[in-house]
């Protein structure tokens, strides 16, 4: 298992729900992060609740930009502050909650931009640098990205973002193909239903009930158990086109 102690994390997503809790996780283990979301406010205050080691080089960053704008990953990675980059998470996403015939043009665009395209800027941005930071034999860097349950199974009401994770996990297995021989290693996590603002947003109580009487453990999942796993993509030197599961038995069903 490698140590965090010293790395550096960009997390997109990272001002709230399951990239926060990767994040909180990460700086606990030692890291540095960079936290990136939409809103500068609420990435100050989420960077402001990271644990950092007194005494050590371990500092947090945010930056405030849309990640399905090419030129918000272009400025980040010109930033001549810019830390090394030991991990990439794309967390990033929004969801979708209307039958495909009453999704708007302006929502199918915004899904498929933020969850698919966004993802897809921050690997082609940062894999270049970190190609350039490889040392030793050990295969240190790696890319976490948060796909979903629903990439592989169907959701009422989610085609778009269905596909939109699909796509992240076909990308994030070729992604394994191409960046494995340069000590980049690439993994995807498949949440199933998370408590967050995302969960929250379209169910109630009554939805949250008749949600978790579908689940096989019976509730929904914390940020921390997606976090765990993340730590285990993160920490696991031979963890590669690992496509995990972590939605209490959902998908068995
Ligand atoms: N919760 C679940 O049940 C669940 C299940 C499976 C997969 N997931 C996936 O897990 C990831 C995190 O979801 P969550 O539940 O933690 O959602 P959340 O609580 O709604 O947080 C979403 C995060 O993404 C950021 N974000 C959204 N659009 C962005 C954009 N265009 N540019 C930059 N940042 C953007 C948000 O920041 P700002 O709004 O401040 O920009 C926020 O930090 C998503 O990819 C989601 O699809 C969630």
């Known amino acids: ?5 010293g790395k550096h994390c960009f997390i997109s997503g990272g001002s709230r729900g399951i ?4 994040a909180r996780l990460f700086a606990a283990q030692g890291a540095g992060c960079t936290l990136i979301g939409r809103d500068e406010d609420t990435l100050l205050s989420a960077a402001n609740s990271l644990h950092r080691q007194e005494g050590s ?3 947090h960053y945010t930056t405030a930009f849309d990640v399905s704008t090419q030129n918000g990953w272009e400025k980040l990675i010109s930033d001549s502050k810019l830390q090394t980059c030991d991990i990439l998470v794309n967390a990033a996403g929004v969801s ?3 039958f495909l015939f009453n999704t708007s043009r302006l929502d199918v665009t915004e899904i498929i931009a933020t969850n ?6 921050g690997c082609k941005h940062f894999i270049p640098k970190m190609m350039k930071q490889r040392k030793g034999k050990l295969i240190t860097r790696c890319i976490i990205n948060v796909a979903s349950l629903l990439a592989t199974h169907g959701g009422r009401g989610a085609s778009v973002y269905a596909a939109s994770k699909a796509g992240v996990v076909g990308l994030t297995r070729s992604l394994a193909w191409e960046v494995g021989r340069f ?3 690439a ?3 498949l949440p199933g239903y998370i408590q967050t ?3 929250k947003g379209s169910a109630g109580m009554d939805r949250k009930n008749e949600l978790s009487a579908l689940i096989p453990l019976g509730r929904l999942g914390l940020v921390e158990e997606v976090a765990t796993a993340a730590l285990f993509l993160a920490q696991n030197s031979y963890a590669h086109n690992c496509v995990l599961n972590i939605d209490g038995g959902l998908s068995a069903t």
């Not at 298992?1 to 102690?5: D, F, K, V």
């Not at 990239?19 to 990767?22: H, K, S, V």
Request: charge should be neutral.
């Open 1 to 5: 298992m490698q140590s965090l102690a």
């Open 19 to 22: 990239g926060l809790a990767i």
């Open 57 to 59: 080089s371990q500092q």
């Open 96 to 98: 979708q909650n209307s």
């Open 116 to 121: 698919l395209t966004g993802t897809i800027w």
């Open 183 to 185: 000590g980049i290693r």
């Open 187 to 189: 993994n995807v996590l």
């Open 197 to 199: 603002d995302m969960t």
